[in-house]
């Protein structure tokens, strides 16, 4: 089977499930699912340490509750940070881990958690300094051979970390998440960017607001300027911005609210090119060269 394609205009990050007490509820998860669904929004973006486990935890028993809707939803998954953020004098220390055995075991983990048969995408979620590229390479290629994850990718990599990588690969790593936003531009500059889109990755944008941080200063009031113009909204702004960008990058949000998820809907696919250079430029503080 072959992996499922990103066509959505953003991806729903699963990163506070866990912090939301009423969507607890399996049937009122299944519902707020269901909405989404209906919006054409059919993309949920976990890792397997948000709320420790909670996160899959909790979509997972929506689906069990709604057994159809296993079938009707794309899953992205992320696993390599061990012990995260342990409590002083735990004897813990936070670590990468993109063993074979480490992945491994968080995709069955997964797996079990979100009660899907199949990881659409499955991604190292940051660098492992120690891996062997070779061992961790076979064991994604194994993963999708096995048909429990119907791609591989990354998160947070290097250019040169990700080649590495797939240099000892059979299956092409086709999906690559970092922070990307437009007070984040950091990757259209440094080449990191363009490497990915030279490598053919689909390219994933966390914190696409800069949590919220964009919607203020001088980049807010571009975007507030351009909003009443369209009709449209500073958020959804942003977001068109992003795929603006060639490879046209995926924003995935953090929200949960419906309110803000329509909020982010209502707006172009892409931006004009005069409108996009000139909030680069509010972000910047300049025009470019």
């Given at each position: 089977?072959p992996?499922?394609?990103?066509?959505?205009?953003?991806?729903?990050?699963m990163?506070?499930?866990?912090?939301?007490?009423?969507?607890?509820?399996?049937k009122?998860?299944?519902?707020?699912i269901e909405?989404?669904?209906?919006?054409?929004?059919?993309?949920?973006?976990?890792?397997?340490?948000?709320?420790?486990?909670?996160?899959?935890?909790?979509?997972?028993?929506?689906?069990r509750?709604?057994?159809?809707?296993a079938?009707?939803?794309?899953?992205?998954?992320?696993?390599?940070?061990?012990?995260?953020?342990?409590?002083?004098?735990?004897?813990?220390?936070?670590?990468?881990?993109?063993?074979?055995?480490?992945?491994?075991?968080?995709?069955?983990?997964?797996?079990e958690?979100?009660?899907?048969?199949?990881?659409?995408?499955f991604?190292?979620?940051?660098?492992?300094?120690l891996?062997?590229?070779?061992?961790?390479?076979?064991?994604?290629?194994?993963a999708?051979?096995?048909?429990?994850?119907?791609?591989?990718?990354?998160?947070?990599?290097?250019?040169?970390?990700?080649?590495?990588?797939?240099?000892?690969?059979?299956?092409?790593?086709?999906?690559?998440?970092?922070?990307?936003?437009i007070?984040?531009?950091t990757?259209?500059?440094?080449?990191?960017?363009?490497?990915?889109?030279?490598?053919?990755?689909v390219?994933?944008?966390?914190?696409?607001?800069?949590?919220?941080?964009?919607?203020?200063?001088?980049?807010?009031?571009?975007?507030?300027?351009?909003a009443?113009?369209?009709?449209?909204?500073?958020?959804?702004?942003?977001?068109?911005?992003?795929?603006?960008?060639?490879?046209?990058?995926?924003?995935?949000?953090?929200?949960?609210?419906?309110?803000?998820?329509?909020d982010?809907?209502?707006?172009?696919?892409?931006?004009?090119?005069?409108?996009?250079?000139?909030?680069?430029?509010?972000?910047?503080?300049?025009?470019?060269?």
């Open positions: 089977m992996a499922a394609t990103f066509e959505v205009p953003f991806l729903l990050g990163m506070r499930l866990h912090e939301s007490p009423a969507m607890h509820d399996a009122q998860m299944a519902d707020w909405a989404r669904l209906a919006q054409g929004l059919n993309w949920f973006d976990h890792a397997d340490i948000y709320g420790s486990g909670q996160g899959e935890t909790l979509f997972g028993a929506a689906l509750s709604r057994p159809a809707l079938k009707r939803v794309n899953i992205v998954t992320k696993a390599s940070i061990a012990n995260d953020n342990p409590f002083p004098g735990s004897g813990k220390v936070k670590h990468y881990n993109a063993s074979p055995a480490y992945l491994n075991s968080a995709i069955n983990a997964s797996l958690r979100l009660q899907v048969e199949r990881l659409d995408h991604l190292i979620h940051r660098p492992d300094l891996m062997d590229a070779e061992a961790t390479g076979r064991a994604l290629d194994d999708i051979e096995a048909g429990k994850i119907g791609a591989a990718g990354i998160s947070n990599h290097l250019p040169n970390q990700w080649q590495r990588l797939q240099s000892a690969m059979h299956q092409r790593l086709s999906a690559n998440q970092i922070e990307l936003s007070t984040r531009y990757p259209l500059f440094d080449g990191s960017f363009d490497a990915l889109c030279t490598d053919r990755h390219p994933l944008a966390w914190s696409p607001l800069a949590g919220g941080q964009l919607l203020e200063g001088a980049v807010g009031d571009c975007l507030n300027k351009w009443a113009e369209w009709e449209s909204s500073p958020s959804a702004l942003a977001l068109a911005w992003l795929r603006s960008l060639p490879n046209s990058p995926v924003p995935v949000i953090g929200s949960l609210k419906p309110e803000r998820i329509s982010m809907l209502n707006g172009p696919a892409v931006l004009p090119r005069e409108a996009w250079y000139e909030l680069l430029e509010a972000a910047r503080g300049h025009c470019v060269a």
